[in-house]
């Protein structure tokens, strides 16, 4: 088989459209960043939000886990609030923390904050991506943004959460202005992803990353819509479109019903069963446990055969893991995990 020449014919993008490919494609959500030593260094003394908004320090980033591990994928180095920040939100990401937001989104009136996102807000994002095609040739540039659901979450709580609970009551207790600031999130996440894609991202992730603590009632009636506008407003540029959450069992089948092409599967469900749940018609994208790479080499082994086997018999596997890299995670481990799964998985 020649070597692809653009990122269409690329095996992630073929694995995407449920097209036959070689080998199974493989990333890693948040790849760039966490332990890689090339990434301390070059973000040394550089706050975390800054850093996004730097197009060569983000280029550079993004390329380091593309040059190292050798995945099919490079994910655009930024953060779901990165969005949020260039409308102005007064919001910081803490070390050791996460995303911070100085005054939280509680009632009517902080509504009015959440302007929609123009191109000229994020126009680092333009530029990064220009560079990045440029260097990564055929290898496809995966863009994201945080679903409705999560930013509110960060929005409401004022910071990470762990019950969700000012969020949950402003979700029960005042429908209509949930509903509101859902659809305002939506419109500033379309905005996001359409300057990405424009710029030349060839996929796009929606990270509805703390949904699972929903029902799926919930997420139907409470979530769903807004999460479904998004998807909608990009559908027309034909670039596959990946969802994904956390503890998100029962909630797969919704999840691509919201409008994905790909749906991202945590650990907790083998993908056959995925599959099943998910229904005909999507790839899936998953699903090692980030905390099996902790383990020796043999166990690694093992539980990735388990993933390739329920894989099997999948229209559309992309390769990942079931939540985001660790942040001790050794480096080499990921680097081997690449070349075992291209390996094994070779038809
Ligand atoms: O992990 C996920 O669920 C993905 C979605 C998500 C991102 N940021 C995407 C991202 C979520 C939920 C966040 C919020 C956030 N931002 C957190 C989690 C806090 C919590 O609630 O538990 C944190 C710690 C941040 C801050 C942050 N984001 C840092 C310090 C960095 C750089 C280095 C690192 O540690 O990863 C990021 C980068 C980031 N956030 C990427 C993505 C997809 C980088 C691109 C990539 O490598 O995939």
């Not at 089948?253 to 749940?277: K, N, Q, T, Y």
């Not at 383990?295 to 893991?321: Q, S």
Request: contains cysteine; proline residues 8%; aromatic residues 6%.
């Amino acid at each position: 088989m020649p070597p692809p020449v653009t990122p269409r014919d690329s095996v992630f993008l073929k694995a995407c459209r449920r097209e036959p490919v070689p080998y199974t494609p493989v990333w890693f959500m948040r790849q760039a960043g966490r332990s890689l030593p090339e990434y301390l260094k070059a973000r040394e003394g550089i706050p975390m939000l800054e850093s996004c908004t730097r197009p060569e320090l983000v280029a550079e980033i993004t390329m380091q886990p593309v040059r190292r591990h050798k995945v099919d994928a490079a994910v655009y180095f930024s953060d779901i609030v990165v969005p949020l920040k260039a409308i102005g939100i007064d919001l910081d990401i803490k070390p050791g923390i996460g995303p911070v937001v100085a005054d939280p989104v509680r009632g009517a009136a902080d509504l009015a904050r959440l302007r929609p996102l123009q191109p000229e807000d994020v126009s680092y994002v333009t530029e990064a991506i220009g560079l990045l095609t440029a260097e990564l040739g055929a290898t496809p540039l995966i863009g994201f943004a945080g679903a409705p659901f999560t930013l509110a979450s960060y929005l409401v709580e004022g910071g990470p959460s762990r019950n969700h609970e000012r969020t949950k009551a402003l979700m029960y207790g005042q429908p209509e202005l949930w509903a509101q600031l859902l659809d305002r999130l939506a419109d500033i996440t379309t905005g996001f992803l359409k300057v990405q894609i424009e710029a030349g991202a060839s996929a796009v992730q929606l990270f509805d990353s703390w949904v699972g603590a929903l029902s799926p009632a919930d997420y139907r009636r409470y979530v769903r819509p807004a999460s479904a506008k998004v998807f909608a407003a990009v559908a027309g540029y034909g670039v596959p479109r990946i969802h994904f959450g956390v503890g998100t069992g029962e909630l797969l089948h919704d999840l691509g019903e919201a409008g994905a092409d790909v749906v991202g599967v945590d650990w907790r469900v083998p993908l056959d069963e995925a599959a099943r749940r998910v229904g005909p018609g999507k790839a899936l994208q998953g699903n090692l446990d980030p905390a099996v790479l902790f383990a020796d080499e043999a166990a690694i082994r093992e539980k990735t055969t388990e993933v390739l086997d329920a894989a099997r018999d999948l229209e559309g596997h992309i390769f990942n893991l079931g939540h985001g890299v660790l942040p001790t995670t050794d480096p080499g481990v990921l680097t081997d995990l690449v070349a075992d799964v291209h390996e094994r998985s070779r038809r």
